[in-house]
């Protein structure tokens, strides 16, 4: 609630209530931008899951296979207990010291909620999706002033990351 300041005699809001007001203002901004984003990006891994054939498995990974292999594995280390990781697609003898706490964290939220490694992953590429759509548009507000822009800005950093998809996709159908 506004208070008056005993200083210059005018009424103040506290810091909650402004946090409150941005928290919502930002989830108003973010929200419809983020939930197309995570629609659109999930929809090819649950058609593709709905399309595995009985018998097999569908691992969760559509493209860049050699790096999101190489993330799911530093997560089962993680569940495993695992600090510190290895690179486990190499051939070099080596000691286990990368320090990779992402992997480790998300390995060991898989392992305490019994959710599968693919699917935890998912669920934190979604949320730091939000996380940086909520960074973007305090990065917008410094020189941007209406919501309209700010809202427009969020489409275009969504949409900066390109249409190739379009293109694999169509070389790839069928």
Do not use: K
Request: include cysteine.
């Amino acid at each position: 609630a506004p208070r008056r300041s005993s200083t210059s005699g005018c009424w103040e809001e506290s810091f909650i209530s402004r946090l409150s007001v941005s928290a919502i203002g930002a989830i108003r901004d973010v929200w419809p931008v983020w939930l197309t984003v995570v629609i659109l990006t999930t929809l090819p891994y649950i058609a593709a899951a709905l399309r595995t054939p009985s018998g097999h498995v569908f691992r969760g990974v559509l493209t860049a296979y050699d790096d999101t292999f190489t993330y799911l594995a530093w997560m089962r280390e993680g569940a495993n207990g695992h600090l510190l990781m290895c690179d486990p697609f190499t051939s070099e003898p080596q000691r286990c010291e990368f320090f990779l706490p992402l992997w480790a964290v998300l390995g060991f939220i898989s392992r305490v909620s019994n959710i599968p490694i693919p699917v935890t992953f998912h669920i934190g590429r979604v949320i730091a999706a939000l996380f940086l759509l909520v960074v973007a548009r305090a990065v917008a507000m410094t020189v941007v002033r209406t919501r309209r822009l700010i809202r427009y800005s969020l489409w275009l950093y969504v949409l900066s990351g390109g249409f190739g998809w379009l293109v694999y996709a169509a070389q790839n159908a069928g």
